[in-house]
């Protein structure tokens, strides 16, 4: 069963990192900063807008909060991936029939997670951290004419979030917990101009690749307000990380390289100062009620470019999750569970005077396919952008599929308590 | 497995099944990018110099050119065809009672012509006083002369117009009366060809040395110069009747093509081809290619576009030729209708013709004419693929291009063209390049 279960998993992550190699989802807001920041939450609470800042499980691995894994119950271990496939309409000036619909997938996480001894869970992983894919065509302007030539330009990329997080429980209400990351990855952007006889082709990629520290701290407080009534308060805090970059030029004609990445500078990105704060509510242990509000501060980073600008966010998000237990040997265990949520958001972007707002409900559903296995699917639409000021929107309807594979730490015939 | 797994996996398969694409969207801004720019050049100067030929093959055919006119750039211009002409194509039968009345050479014209048409020019029927042989490696050229019997068969003096289909030119009784007693005597001179060549070398036709008018173009096809006997017929009763003895187009057709430059830029007391530099030929070129001057352009400082710190590729290469503004008119001197490339280097040699941009048609080029003020009127010819192959390949300093006219029909039109030193009329090579900052 357990060699089963860990195929199971392993043929997901394979299968969609192979997709997710050749990414083709047009983003057209990515040409900006570091690409499409990714908020989104891919866990148990994908379901509930991404709402868990306060939230920690026994059975799943849940990461909106630092100190959430110190849930997991002492000597497991939670092996967790999960994926998204995205479908996509766009609207605005630029759109029409032949680019209006678009859809991928993409492997968003990877886990492991340890409860290694009463106080102290910890985790490895991987998430996607920003994604960058775009395609357009444009006019370039030849200097000392009034020619305008064709060009293609391409992006590409994305940088991941690489991190082990250290989840600390004090006392039976209090944990605290830091993750520590590597932000890395490379953002590329080709340019690509045919020549007059269409003899040559000349790609001019320009690759930025980033590897910096990033530290998140996150706590949460929960207690029992009564009989029936628990209650969780949860935080986060980010502070402002600077995202060290090294640039790169390859040139290559026909496919044949005439410069290879051939060192230009060294340059920097700014991530913002971030505070997050979240609540949960559950009665009789079934059915919970939660909410989060996250800011960050862009503004003062001044990081802006020809028509856009990063400007200070906020996002608000609320779900419900209603989970079905039943006895096992004398104990509740949770057999499945259903989720309803939503968010809002007024994104760190603003192009063409445009704030890039973005809302979703969702709804999610999860539970056990083996007394080993857990699955959470969840189900987001919403919508981003506007058609105003010739920007362009987007509604989106995405699915995500986190599996979840859990066991004990140590070989069988030892007792744990 | 339970049908709540096979539902998993079923949802499971179709999420993965999700297959990507990605369209482009016209959005945003182009991306900043310090890197790579595209420029437009004008500096690298076509250096511009006239080829005249010491001869060339002018042999089998099939359009000939008659006449002579005087160029004020070129000099005087003279051409003359030398063909054959051969028995009638079906057998002659002529009764003894038949009696001779006239000959008459018949000549076509194909409606070319150069020069000035308004004036009268008296054309010659001569026949020739030798064979025509080839002169050398099997080849008839523009200088070869074949010696004429020193009386014309016949001459006429005639205005003709570039409408004028055809020429009739009576021509002396004689010749006429010995070609049809050997008709009606069936000798063996007009029964076969070989007996008729030895009988009748063939024809030149030529013009008064004075008539420095223009020159037309002939129809060089076989049967469209022709020497007609008419005779009539008395018994049963009168009829009137023509045999014919048509020219053929074989490798012995050629036109004699002589310039006599003396007095112009490129004059030259020796003999040779001769290659002279614009700077030499008052800051212009020439391109007679039907009189053996070719226009030749090469580009010796166009690696200078070359940095070193910045990698330069072309993207585009257009040659503007621009001829001199008073060199051309809509009449007499004619702008070429069509000029093509041929890549050359420094030994002259014409070598492969000059594509389009899909490398695999032709490129020719028309004039662009402004009509009003007479100061922009060039030929354009997109040449990336060869100036860019000059650009990346070493030695090709002296390579470059021959400007030329099509000579199927053969004609002798000619343009002026100003180098670089001209202030209004020079002949450019526009480059695109893309630079990319290393």
């Known amino acids: ?417 | 497995m339970n049908a709540r797994n096979w539902l998993f996996y079923v949802i499971l398969f179709s999420f993965l099944g999700i297959s990507c694409s990605r369209n482009e969207i016209e959005f945003g801004n182009i991306p900043d990018n310090n890197y790579t720019n595209l420029v437009s050049i004008d500096t690298v100067e076509p250096r511009l110099s006239t080829v005249v030929l010491d001869s060339f093959t002018t042999g089998s055919a099939t359009s000939f050119l008659l006449g002579k006119y005087k160029d004020p750039y070129l000099g005087i211009i003279s051409a003359r065809p030398f063909f054959q002409l051969t028995i009638p194509a079906e057998t002659v039968s002529i009764s003894t009672t038949s009696q001779f009345d006239s000959a008459c050479f018949i000549i076509h014209l194909n409606k070319y012509y150069y020069g000035d048409t308004t004036r009268e020019q008296t054309i010659y029927v001569n026949e020739l006083a030798q064979t025509i042989d080839y002169t050398y490696n099997n080849n008839l050229y523009n200088s070869t002369n074949v010696p004429a019997k020193l009386d014309a068969l016949g001459s006429k003096k005639v205005k003709l117009r570039p409408s004028t289909d055809s020429i009739i030119i009576r021509l002396n009784n004689s010749k006429g009366a010995e070609l049809f007693n050997k008709l009606q005597q069936r000798s063996d001179e007009v029964v076969s060809d070989d007996g008729f060549q030895n009988y009748f070398k063939g024809i030149s036709l030529s013009v008064n040395d004075n008539d420095t008018t223009a020159i037309y173009g002939l129809n060089g096809a076989s049967g469209n110069m022709i020497l007609r006997i008419y005779y009539h017929t008395t018994i049963p009763y009168p009829e009137n009747k023509w045999v014919n003895f048509p020219s053929k187009s074989n490798n012995y057709a050629f036109n004699q093509i002589v310039t006599d430059r003396t007095g112009t830029p490129l004059h030259s007391s020796t003999t040779g081809t001769k290659e002279f530099s614009s700077e030499q030929t008052n800051n212009a070129a020439f391109t007679q290619y039907g009189a053996g001057a070719l226009l030749k352009m090469i580009f010796p400082s166009l690696k200078g576009i070359i940095t070193t710190d910045k990698i330069v590729k072309l993207q585009k290469a257009e040659l503007i030729i621009r001829p001199l503004g008073q060199s051309y008119d809509n009449f007499k001197f004619k702008l070429p209708s069509s000029f093509y490339l041929v890549q050359t280097n420094g030994t002259n040699t014409i070598g492969s013709f000059v594509l389009d941009s899909t490398l695999s048609v032709l490129q020719t080029a028309s004039p662009v004419v402004d009509e009003i003020y007479g100061l922009n009127t060039y030929y354009r010819f997109n040449v990336t693929s060869y100036i860019n192959s000059l650009l990346i390949n070493t030695g090709t300093e002296d390579a470059g291009f021959f400007l030329l006219e099509n000579k199927d029909p053969l004609q002798v039109n000619r343009a002026v063209i100003g180098n670089s030193k001209q202030a209004l009329f020079k002949t450019q090579l526009l480059l695109t390049i893309l630079t990319i900052n290393k």
């Open chain 1, 1 to 417: 069963m357990i060699g089963k279960n860990i195929y199971t998993i392993m043929l997901v992550s394979g299968f969609v990192s192979i997709k997710s190699f050749s990414q083709n989802m047009n983003s057209p807001y990515s040409i900006y900063g570091i690409g499409d920041i990714d908020n989104r939450i891919y866990n148990r609470t994908s379901g509930m807008g991404g709402t868990g800042l306060a939230t920690q499980s026994s059975s799943y691995f849940i990461n909106n909060n630092p100190a959430a894994i110190s849930g997991l119950p002492r000597s497991f271990y939670l092996l967790s991936v999960s994926a998204t496939g995205k479908t996509l309409q766009y609207y605005g000036d630029a759109i029409n029939e032949t680019n209006r619909k678009n859809k991928d997938l993409w492997l968003k996480g990877l886990t492991l997670a340890v409860k290694i001894n009463k106080f102290w869970a910890s985790s490895i992983g991987f998430k996607q951290f920003s994604n960058v894919n775009y395609k357009f065509s444009g006019n370039k302007n030849v200097l000392g004419s009034n020619e305008i030539y064709y060009a293609i330009y391409e992006g590409n990329g994305g940088l991941n979030d690489y991190y082990w997080t250290n989840a600390f429980s004090v006392g039976k209400h209090f944990s605290f917990g830091i993750k520590s990351s590597i932000i890395a990855g490379s953002i590329n952007q080709t340019e690509t101009i045919v020549n007059d006889a269409a003899t040559s082709s000349i790609e001019t990629k320009q690759q930025d690749y980033f590897g910096s520290p990033k530290f998140e701290f996150g706590a949460i407080y929960s207690v029992a307000l009564n009989k029936k009534w628990d209650f969780s308060l949860g935080g986060k805090f980010i502070e402002k990380t600077r995202l060290g970059s090294e640039r790169t030029l390859t040139v290559t004609e026909n496919g044949a390289a005439i410069l290879n990445d051939n060192f230009i500078k060294n340059d920097r990105f700014y991530l913002p100062r971030t505070y997050g704060m979240g609540i949960t509510l559950t009665h009789n242990k079934k059915t919970s009620f939660a909410a989060d509000y996250t800011y960050e501060n862009w503004s003062p980073l001044n990081i802006k470019g020809d028509g856009w600008s990063l400007i200070n966010s906020n996002r608000i998000s609320a779900g419900i999750e209603i989970a079905k237990h039943i006895d096992v040997l004398g104990q509740k265990v949770e057999k499945n569970y259903f989720q309803f949520g939503g968010f809002i958001s007024n994104s760190y972007l603003r192009v063409n005077n445009m704030p890039v707002n973005e809302f979703g409900i969702t709804a999610g559903m999860g539970g056990r396919l083996n007394s080993n296995l857990l699955y959470t699917l969840s189900l987001e639409g919403g919508k981003r952008g506007t058609t105003k000021a010739d920007l362009i929107k987007e509604n989106f309807l995405q699915l995500t599929l986190s599996l979840t594979y859990r066991d004990f730490l140590f070989s069988k015939g030892r007792k744990y308590d």
